[in-house]
């Protein structure tokens, strides 16, 4: 029977696995010192004790923006104990209530029992504020918030009772739409700087790997091919970062599984597969209902085929915008959802191509009028298996 002391004493090409951790945050970010330095430039104010203007950051995933700011955020707490930033995760702390009780608990331990009324936890805020404090709130995945329109409204009207002190708020979205659901005096309130952060580039996501190797492996565990390639392939794919971690991190993996002391293309090719399907189900799994409900149809037809009849030579992979509008309804009412307008469905297609899901792209004359032609990204059985774990039809 095997025991965990000779599974343990087993060769490992692995050093330290948490340095490939997209959540690791290196003593350096290579590529992103001029968006550190605007962020350190726009929440400085608040170490000379003047509230900082709200900072909105967008991008695609993997591009930096998180780590970034928690880069900024350290830094930032050791230097003026009267000024703070607080980092929350908006897919967790989702409504006004979870995010106001969080901030505060950091000040009143007793905050952690429920109980407490939004009334008492605003006076609160105004209260510590109003003592000379700068508190800044960084929430990530600020779309995720379900009234983030309170939320906004919330925090504006605190400041205007505060005296002495500040709060302000750092949002980080991937979601380019996202400005276009807000409220017109949230949207002005929370637009006041805004940041975007580029994709990275082959190049640059080959030395992120280089310089995680060589923290995350043992010497010359990894064939620098395999570098060169992972980082091909990210670049070509999305540019995401995190993607090209978990494609080094899982080609480790699969090496070891094999008992080879070396990571090759070989294994980087099987990784490929693997990460894309981890990958689509962490998102998937995270979309609004109506975006999955977008995706389902656009696999659904994908799987099962169109109604509609194809010109000679047309590319049976891309769809008509129009047929998965239609699927999209028959879905709504299934689920007894009501349906969302035209309008909403091509803001969810964009927002769906921003993640890297979808391909989308002008059909051009001739091709039932002007209409828009929709490939998906990955296998469309893969993601179909993946969206009935979460659709029940």
């Known amino acids: 029977m095997t025991s965990f002391q000779e599974i343990l004493s087993k060769p490992t090409i692995f050093k330290d696995t948490s340095v490939l951790s997209p959540h690791y945050v290196p003593s350096e970010l290579p590529f992103r010192e001029a968006q550190i330095k605007e962020i350190m430039e ?35 707490n050791s230097v003026n104990p009267e000024s703070l930033m607080i980092y929350l995760n908006s897919r967790i702390y989702n409504s006004r209530y979870r995010i106001l009780q969080k901030i505060m608990k950091q000040f009143i331990p007793e905050l952690e029992k429920s109980g407490f009324g939004l009334p008492y936890l605003y006076e609160k805020l105004i209260e510590y504020a109003s003592s000379g404090k700068q ?126 002391v070396k990571v090759t293309d070989e294994e980087v090719e099987q990784a490929r597969k693997k990460v894309e399907i981890d990958l689509a189900a962490e998102t998937i799994a995270t979309l609004p209902f109506n975006h999955q409900l977008v995706l389902y149809a656009i696999a659904s037809i994908s799987t099962e085929g169109s109604k509609y009849s194809r010109l000679e030579g047309f590319n049976e992979e891309f769809l008509f915008s129009g047929e998965i509008y239609e699927e999209y309804e028959n879905l709504c009412k299934k689920t007894k959802k009501k349906a969302r307008s035209v309008r909403w469905y091509k803001e969810y297609l964009n927002d769906i191509e921003m993640l890297g899901l979808i391909t989308t792209t002008p059909s051009g004359k001739g091709v039932r009028g002007h209409t828009t032609l929709i490939k998906l990204g990955g296998s469309p059985q893969d993601i179909l298996d993946l969206l009935k774990k979460i659709i029940m039809l």
């Open 135 to 260: 508190l800044i709130v960084v929430l990530d995945e600020i779309d995720m918030i379900k009234d983030l329109d309170e939320l906004v409204y919330t925090l504006t009207r605190a400041n205007d009772e505060i005296k002495g002190g500040g709060v302000s708020i750092v949002g980080i979205s991937n979601k380019l739409s996202f400005k276009n659901e807000l409220d017109p005096r949230s949207k002005s309130s929370l637009y006041e700087t805004e940041m975007v952060f580029p994709p990275y580039t082959s190049t640059q996501l080959q030395h992120i790997l280089v310089q995680r190797a060589e923290k995350g492996f043992e010497k010359d565990a990894v064939e620098p091919s395999a570098i060169n390639l992972a980082a091909a392939i990210t670049a070509q794919e999305s540019g995401d970062a995190r993607y090209a971690l978990k494609l080094i991190l899982k080609s480790g993996e699969i090496a070891e599984q094999n008992s080879k």
């Open 42 to 76: 726009v929440v400085s104010p608040a170490l000379r004790n003047q509230k900082p203007r709200n900072l909105f950051i967008y991008g695609k995933t993997g591009s930096g923006k998180t780590c970034s700011v928690k880069y900024v955020m350290e830094k930032f």
